[in-house]
T-cell receptor
Framework: EAQVTQNPRYLITVTGKKLTVTCSQN?????MSWYRQDPGLGLRQIYY???????DKGDVPEGYKVSRKEKRNFPLILESPSPNQTSLYFC??????????FGNGTRLTVT | AQSVTQPDIHITVSEGASLELRCNYS??????LFWYVQSPGQGLQLLLK??????LVQGIKGFEAEFKRSQSSFNLRKPSVHWSDAAEYFC??????????FGTGTRLTIIP
């Protein structure tokens, strides 16, 4: 089944404790992206990647890192999480300019 | 500046009534246009897309959208809503670069 898989679905952590949210897709898509969703703000892009070893900042990249060492994986790294990064995070992939396929989301709480 | 606007934050519609959700964009050329739906606790699912050609596009679940270049709009419609259509709807636009820009969403409530 074609899908984007994010893990974990829920994560509660404390300020400053490094964490990684994994994202994997099995559709051989070149493009992958991370979004955060906050009430009243819609989805805002954090980082995106057009292909392996190519990553670019989105609209809200501060406090986040990504890597794209393999085509299928695009992990999101929070080196030192802060409470303002409490949010619902989505990973997505697509062929170039095609429709996005979304994961089921990761709800992160930073206390 | 490139932007996407969904002017309605929340819409309430009776079951069986018609629905129109608005989406406007600001851009000098014709972008790629999408509508996504998000059910509670779920990721986003593509309803329909417009790249070129016929300006009235059909999507899944009985939805359609019409691209109007003169109005820079891509409104989503459904002739008769069902209780299962209650969700949040997002308009999204590719402005010719790598980024897909989302509107802030419209939450749809269905009343019996």
């Amino acid at each position: 089944e074609a899908q984007v898989t994010q893990n974990p679905r829920y994560l509660i952590t404390v300020t400053g404790k490094k964490l990684t949210v994994t994202c994997s897709q099995n559709m051989n898509h070149e493009y992958m992206s991370w979004y955060r969703q906050d009430p009243g703000l819609g989805l805002r892009q954090i980082y995106y990647s057009m292909n392996v070893e190519v990553t670019d900042k989105g609209d809200v990249p501060e406090g986040y890192k990504v890597s794209r060492k393999e085509k299928r994986n695009f992990p999101l790294i929070l080196e030192s999480p802060s409470p303002n990064q409490t949010s619902l995070y989505f990973c997505a992939s697509s062929p170039e300019f095609g429709p996005l396929h979304f994961g089921n989301g990761t709800r992160l709480t930073v206390t | 500046a490139q932007s996407v606007t969904q002017p309605d934050i929340h819409i309430t519609v009776s079951e069986g009534a018609s629905l129109e959700l608005r989406c406007n964009y600001s851009y000098g050329a014709t972008p790629y246009l999408f509508w996504y739906v998000q059910s509670p606790g779920q990721g986003l699912q593509l309803l329909l897309k417009y790249f070129s050609g016929d300006t009235l596009v059909q999507g899944i679940k009985g939805f359609e959208a019409e691209f109007k270049r003169s109005q820079s709009s891509f409104n989503l419609r459904k002739p008769s809503v069902h209780w299962s259509d209650a969700a949040e709807y997002f308009c999204a636009v590719h402005f010719g670069n790598e980024k897909l820009t989302f509107g802030t969403g419209t939450r749809l409530t269905i009343i019996p």
